[in-house]
């Protein structure tokens, strides 16, 4: 059975006193995880030491970067490398967020060898894709997530491969409080899956979770998760509350 995986994306928020108190409720919740269950948290790099003691003793409970360079070392003033985050026993990485493709200029090459620096470090990245509104509207989201999944992630070997996870986030819904219907998640993570069938096979593919990003909520949660080909998901705000977050858990299959 695939991992289901609720993953929190802190984002540039909370104060080290607030994540503290967060993560620290958290873990006073008791939420017991089932073995195919994951709870992961991407807080800033601040706080990884902080928060990799504050799930430590606890089941399938992990911490993860929020990015990583893709370079191994050198001079990169304010970078962090997957060798650092190794050093602080950080067993995630997220990679390819669609702000850090906006914001700072990141390709699908660029990505590519983050997957590489993660994979060389046995840090899984959480591969994140996805379309803007305008290619939605214009209704080729498929051939533009297919496209990111290829020159990001298929020159890997099918060993490799079964070391990714991938987050399907529609940059319209991220953030905006508008969620892809279940149908169009449920569609989208078809489209995923067929890809990775076409390249690795119908054994391999599916075996690699994919989650849902996008405005997740503890009141949608549920619905989003019962789709068959949804794992789980990203969650951006709502992880910033403890009451919704332990909702969002609970609502993993």
Same mark, same amino acid.
């Given at each position: 059975?695939?991992?289901?995986?609720?993953?929190?994306?802190?984002?540039?928020?909370?104060?080290?006193?607030?994540?503290?108190?967060?993560?620290?409720?958290?873990?006073?919740?008791?939420?017991?995880? *089932?073995?195919?269950?994951?709870?992961?948290?991407?807080?800033?790099?601040?706080?990884?030491?902080?928060?990799?003691?504050?799930?430590?003793?606890?089941?399938?409970?992990?911490?993860?970067?929020?990015?990583?360079?893709?370079?191994?070392?050198?001079?990169?003033?304010?970078? $962090?490398?997957?060798?650092?985050?190794?050093?602080?026993?950080?067993?995630?990485?997220?990679?390819?967020?669609?702000?850090?493709?906006?914001?700072?200029?990141?390709?699908?090459?660029?990505?590519?060898?983050?997957?590489?620096?993660?994979? #060389?470090?046995?840090?899984?990245?959480?591969?994140?894709?996805?379309?803007?509104?305008?290619?939605?509207?214009?209704?080729?989201?498929?051939?533009?997530?297919?496209?990111?999944?290829?020159?990001?992630?298929?020159?890997?070997?099918?060993?490799?491969?079964?070391?990714?996870?991938?987050?399907?986030?529609?940059?319209?819904?991220?953030?905006?409080? *508008?969620?892809?219907?279940?149908?169009?998640?449920?569609?989208?993570?078809?489209?995923?899956?067929?890809?990775?069938?076409?390249?690795?096979?119908?054994? $391999?593919?599916?075996?690699?979770?994919?989650?849902?990003?996008?405005?997740?909520?503890?009141?949608? #949660?549920?619905?989003?998760?019962?789709?068959?080909?949804?794992?789980?998901?990203?969650?951006?705000?709502?992880?910033?509350?403890?009451?919704?977050?332990?909702?969002?858990?609970?609502?993993?299959?």
């Amino acid at each position: 059975m695939r991992k289901q995986i609720a993953a929190a994306n802190w984002k540039m928020n909370l104060t080290y006193q607030q994540g503290t108190t967060l993560l620290k409720t958290l873990m006073e919740a008791g939420i017991k995880l *089932k073995e195919n269950q994951i709870a992961l948290f991407a807080v800033p790099f601040p706080y990884l030491e902080m928060a990799v003691h504050a799930i430590q003793n606890k089941n399938n409970y992990f911490i993860a970067a929020q990015n990583c360079s893709d370079k191994k070392s050198g001079a990169y003033t304010g970078e $962090v490398s997957a060798e650092m985050l190794k050093s602080l026993n950080i067993k995630y990485c997220l990679v390819g967020h669609s702000e850090r493709r906006e914001y700072f200029a990141e390709t699908n090459k660029i990505l590519s060898d983050k997957i590489n620096m993660c994979l #060389a470090y046995d840090i899984t990245p959480v591969f994140c894709c996805g379309e803007n509104l305008q290619t939605r509207e214009q209704n080729q989201q498929n051939t533009f997530v297919a496209q990111q999944l290829r020159e990001s992630l298929f020159h890997l070997t099918k060993e490799q491969i079964l070391k990714i996870v991938i987050a399907y986030e529609p940059i319209w819904a991220i953030g905006t409080g *508008k969620t892809a219907s279940t149908e169009q998640a449920q569609e989208m993570h078809v489209c995923i899956r067929s890809e990775l069938k076409n390249q690795y096979g119908n054994s $391999v593919a599916d075996q690699i979770s994919i989650l849902y990003g996008g405005s997740v909520k503890a009141n949608n #949660a549920k619905e989003l998760f019962l789709s068959e080909n949804v794992d789980g998901g990203l969650v951006g705000g709502a992880s910033l509350v403890a009451s919704e977050f332990i909702e969002i858990i609970k609502a993993l299959k």
